[in-house]
Nanobody, 114 residues
Framework: QVQLVESGGGLVQPGESLRLSCAAS????????MGWYRQALGKERELVAV???????NYANSVKGRFTISRDNAKNTVYLQMNSLKPEDTAVYYC????????WGQGTQVTVSS
């Protein structure tokens, strides 16, 4: 059974940082493209960042220079380091795994507010 479990969300003030983690099980992690998406209240889910099995990365324009996606294949975990957070980054953040099939985690809430 495939499981993606996100953690690391929370409430922070503008300008602060958070690191999200997504631990995967039930897949051969190293061959999957991993992604982080987010969904703000009343909005559609949008891509934040992806990292391929060869560690090529791509980011949404809104987070370039502030967020960094990385992976540790030995730990079956993908990370999202989020710096200089803004109120508009507030959303539920989801990780996914793609290789033919797409699997999703349950999400973790990130709230940026003063």
């Amino acid at each position: 059974q495939v499981q993606l479990v996100e953690s690391g969300g929370g409430l922070v003030q503008p300008g602060e940082s958070l690191r999200l983690s997504c631990a995967a099980s039930g897949i051969i992690f190293g061959i999957y493209t991993m992604g982080w998406y987010r969904q703000a209240l009343g909005k559609e889910r949008e891509l934040v960042a992806v990292i391929t099995d060869h560690s090529t990365t791509n980011y949404a324009n809104s987070v370039k220079g502030r967020f960094t996606i990385s992976r540790d294949n030995a730990k079956n975990t993908v990370y999202l380091q989020m710096n200089s957070l803004k109120p508009e980054d507030t959303a539920v953040y989801y990780c996914n795994a793609i290789r033919g099939h797409t699997y999703w985690g349950q999400g973790t809430q990130v709230t940026v507010s003063s």
